[in-house]
């Protein structure tokens, strides 16, 4: 009786999911460790799901890929528009693929779920890696918060890692404030710059030069070549005057050219010597603790601020309030209390 | 009976008044409307008590001066220390109460409960002003958060203003995080640097020095006046980096000496046109709504994460999930959502 049951649900199963094509969470975990590309695609779909059934199978499934030991490598790639992103990706990607990495290339954009995804949305950006066996190439999930953004690709990196990438680039815009959150999920923090932008020394891209493990000035090919030697010496100068690094590592500024491929052996042999060292030292591995650590601690913060600002008679009250306290009718810290005795009582 | 009943309570209680010399909260706030300096700092040690009867007598005092309208000019003046805050002060406070204004001076420094008052601890530095009768002088309060020390702060600024001052300055000590807070009460912001210093313009200090409306070269006198106009000329420059402020006011630098008393009219010139200026277009009144607003938020903010870690069940989970995120046993995400589960059940 019990087997016959069992294989009735079996072949009812069978059927319903080659209909819907639907694998279970427990098929896709499999999958996914034995390094097939269409699982991981399914289980990140998940995760960037705003479903709460999916949210859940994501959640279980993050789970058991964490339980998987990944010695990858995780680099956030960075640099403004025009910098040449994608094509220094494709090139380092098949330099990666060609000594035998598994590389997997995420993004944090947080624009592009307005712009309809200005970065990697376009896979005919990376035509070469796109076509490797070894590559895996994901655009930035859409969101309209950049915590959401982070929050999905963090846990899409733990996907990759468990399906075996051995690599994961994470891209991102260079304009704001997603370099903060990428420097908060990366081991290494490339910062890509083109020659003759001098100006920059100056203003509100200093914050993302002082992340920079390695400032690498790109196109440095043809006539270019003369103005990139003249920027690495200005930049070399710009990064002597940030206080050092809490693990003593100097940032070195180099050149590449992505479309020519120079230089990009160079990068690959300073960052395995970083890793080299972090690992060695202990580094990397405490970095990873206080990375995890500070993700805890600001998921927590930001989910405190969402249920309070979400709280019926807290949004309620809060306009008056707001008005009152810009109107200085009442203190600032008198009408938090009244706003915090609203909310412990019942919604 | 009911004539004899008040007679006898009220003889009772002007016996016990009188004997404890604590007055009520109506007459403190009757005094200090009157500028009486004694209850303005009775008044204040109330905002820095700890006791939960005196923060609600506070509460009460506070509301009742809110109503009150005033003119007062809140004017935050820091630098590192040796700069001369102390003496600048007392120059600058005699000063502008000899041009007929009220001068109250309170400080910001969260170091002070622990070195025991490094900041106007010694009221002696001040000896002059603090024999004035149109001057108030209070050490900064104690507190183990800054949080704490500018709350208490910024709460005795309408204290001040109640009892009838015209200008408060608030002195920070340029060392931290203390210049945000106090950047975010005042409505003029003086930095005081002194010459030949001109490393102090890479580094940290460097966001402190984007918040000045003023940059003052205090000592410039004897034989250090040159290098004080060296450094006024190196100091422009640099001031010509930053991005523009967004009320269009363009920050000088002047010199000063304190000890001689030259430099303080021209000092006073330039606050009395920023404050015409900002009255004029407007920018004063939104920027005091804006610092309110900040406050407000910040408030909830910091009580939202007070109360959740105060939390007895969650207190207990707390240790072994950040261990376990630490480890990566588990994602960050997941063990907030739980932290979350248990702090909305039941204490």
Redesign the interface.
């Known amino acids: 009786m019990r087997t016959k049951k069992n294989t009735d649900t079996e072949s009812i199963s069978k059927v319903r999911r080659k209909r819907k094509e639907i694998p279970t969470a427990e098929e896709l975990v499999e999958q996914l460790l034995n390094g097939n590309t269409t699982a991981l695609a399914r289980a990140i779909t998940l995760v960037e799901s705003s479903q709460l059934a999916d949210q859940q199978k994501a ?1 279980w499934i ?2 058991k890929c ?1 339980l998987q030991k990944s010695n990858a490598i995780r680099i956030g790639i960075t640099g403004v528009p025009g910098v040449g992103k994608s094509t220094f990706i494709e090139t380092f990607g098949k330099k990666l693929t060609a000594l035998g990495e598994k590389v997997a290339v995420l993004a944090v954009d947080p624009t592009s779920s307005q712009s309809k995804g200005s970065i990697l949305g376009d896979k005919t950006r990376m035509q070469e890696l796109v076509k490797d066996p070894n590559a895996f190439i994901r655009p930035s999930p859409s969101s309209e918060t950049l915590g959401g953004v982070a ?1 999905k690709t963090r ?1 899409s990196i ?1 996907l990759c890692e468990a399906a075996g990438y051995s690599v994961v680039l994470i891209e991102t815009v260079g304009v704001g404030q997603s370099e903060t959150a990428v420097h908060g999920m990366v081991d290494f923090f490339l910062l890509l710059k083109l020659a003759g932008a001098g100006d920059e020394l ?3 891209k200093r914050g993302i030069m002082e992340m920079a493990d390695l400032l690498v000035i790109n196109k440095a090919d043809g006539t270019n070549k003369e103005a990139a030697r003249t920027a690495k010496t200005e930049f070399k100068r710009a990064l002597h ?1 940030f ?1 050092p690094k809490p693990n003593g590592w100097v940032p070195n500024v180099m050149m590449c050219s992505a479309i020519e491929g120079t230089g990009i052996d160079e990068i690959w042999e300073i960052i395995r010597e970083y890793v080299n060292q972090g690992r060695k030292s202990g580094y990397l591995s405490s970095n ?3 990375q ?2 500070s ?2 601690l600001q ?3 930001d ?3 969402q ?2 600002y979400a709280h019926k008679s807290v949004k309620k009250k809060l306009g008056t ?2 008005n009152d ?13 009244k ?2 005795r609203i909310y412990q009582e019942k919604p």
């Open positions: 959640s993050i789970e964490l929050r846990e733990i100056q203003g509100i005057l206080p990873r603790k206080n995890n650590k993700w805890l998921t927590i913060d989910r405190l601020k249920n309070f309030l707001l306290v810009m109107e200085e009718k009442i203190s600032p810290f008198q009408a938090a209390d706003l915090l």
